[in-house]
């Protein structure tokens, strides 16, 4: 069992790791490297709560293995905010209570940051498509719909269809 | 035991001599999204692992008017093309959106029912398969390709690399009953093309998912509609046939029951989706 030498970039910074074969993407983040945003939910690919944008893609980071994101852009909860101003989506899920225990919040925010950079003004109906793999167990999925809509408005000028 | 190595190659032969020297002790994975669940979970525990995200099987283009897809493209990729929009809604199928991005057109194929929404709609295409191995390569329709609950015709030492589908020469519909309206099991999947004629259907192909061991034809379905006009009552006796024809069973998604009466009102829709 050989480990080896994985180099990507993780939240805009150049990083060097070492793994055993077929280590996740979410063991490595949140057990090795301490990005707890990344969850553990199912570790099945069915609850989002582990989402992160791989190529600005989400992904399932317990589906992943680290080896195979070697070379490429990974982005967690932790690379939205700059210094202590949160990003737009994380702003619009604080002031829509759109986190009640919190931890599908971060999935949930990653796949909504990945949804308004590939379509600015998403109706309801593709919020709520583009949010189903992620599970929210509170079942607060209103407000979480609404912080999408208030963050598209916010970044992109109202317009929203 | 943990995993002793995890390979990544990154061409198709690579691939294929990886599979040659290690036979049954390598898991062969694409996009994760079956084997890890199993893996995570300690169902699974290959010796050894073979990842092929990296083996360049991805690609996806046109060629003498059919549609050529690696086995390693993505639903994501699949919603991409033009070229066999019903290929799009069976993509839509699958998963919610991070699924999507990582589950391949390849890794379908081996997905227990009730998934298989994607090969599903590639049946009623009739879709080839390309199959490689170290000692050559060979086509086989689609069909041919399950022979029965978590069976395949593989041989050791194969790799499944990709897929010819011929553009649709009749009309297509793909329909999903769930319990949810995205990102949820198939109750039944339904898609099927139709040949018309002069107002008679010439040619039929009706194939079925989540109501048996894999993705399957429906043949009596499709005998019930050659040489009929697509009208009620040849929609009627489709649907009764495929009902009949059916191998449903029960899971936490739906009763045999439930799901055998939503194979024939899911027919009966999708047909009659097509007549108007």
């Given amino acids: ?161 | 035991m943990a995993i002793q190595a995890y390979f990544l190659p990154e061409t198709v032969d690579e691939a294929v001599s990886l599979l040659a020297e290690y036979g049954p002790d390598l898991l062969v994975m694409a996009g994760g999204t079956l084997a890890m669940p199993l893996i995570n979970e300690g169902v699974s525990m290959p010796a050894m692992v073979m990842g092929l995200r990296r083996a360049g099987l991805d690609g996806v283009g046109e060629s003498n008017g059919r549609l050529a897809i690696g086995a390693t493209a993505t639903m994501t990729q699949m919603l991409a093309q033009d070229a066999v929009p019903m290929l799009r809604e069976a993509a839509r199928a699958v998963g919610g959106w991070a699924v999507r991005n990582m589950a391949t057109v390849g890794g379908n194929l081996f997905a227990p029912p009730p998934s298989g929404d994607f090969a599903v709609a590639l049946l009623a295409l009739d879709a080839e398969v390309h199959l490689l191995s170290q000692s050559g390569a060979r086509t086989i329709p689609l069909e041919e390709f399950y022979t029965g609950f978590m069976t395949t015709a593989l041989q050791p030492g194969e790799l499944v690399t990709g897929f010819h589908v011929p553009r649709p020469t009749g009309r297509t519909v793909y329909l999903k009953a769930g319990r949810k309206h995205a990102n949820t099991p198939a109750v039944v999947t339904v898609a099927a093309q139709v040949v018309m004629d002069n107002g008679t259907v010439t040619d039929a192909r009706i194939a079925l998912n989540a109501v048996g061991p894999h993705p399957m034809r429906a043949r009596s379905a499709e005998a019930a509609l050659i040489g009929q006009p697509l009208d009620e009552a040849a929609i009627h006796a489709a649907a009764e046939a495929a009902m009949q024809e059916s191998q449903p069973f029960t899971d936490a998604i739906a009763s045999e029951w439930y799901r055998r009466r939503m194979t024939g009102v899911t027919v009966r829709r999708a047909l009659t989706q097509l007549a108007s």
């Fill in chain 1, 1 to 161: 069992m050989t480990a080896k030498i994985v180099s990507f970039n993780l939240n805009g910074r150049d990083v060097d790791v070492m793994v055993k074969p077929l280590t996740t993407l979410q063991k490595l983040l949140r057990e090795d490297l301490g990005y707890t945003a990344v969850k553990i939910g199912c570790k099945q690919g069915g609850c989002g709560s582990c989402t992160v944008l791989v190529d600005g893609e989400p992904m399932m980071s317990c589906l992943l293995p680290v080896e195979d994101v070697a070379g490429r852009r990974v982005t967690t909860l932790e690379g939205l905010a700059q210094g202590d101003e949160l990003h737009p989506v994380q702003e619009a899920f604080f002031e829509n209570y759109a986190i009640q225990c919190g931890y599908c919040s971060p999935g949930m925010i990653m796949v909504s940051t990945a949804l308004l950079e590939h379509n600015a003004h998403p109706s309801r109906e593709e919020i709520v498509e583009a949010l189903s793999g992620n599970i929210c167990r509170c079942t607060g999925y209103e407000p979480i719909i609404r912080a999408v809509s208030t963050a598209a408005e916010r970044m992109n000028g109202n317009g929203s269809r």
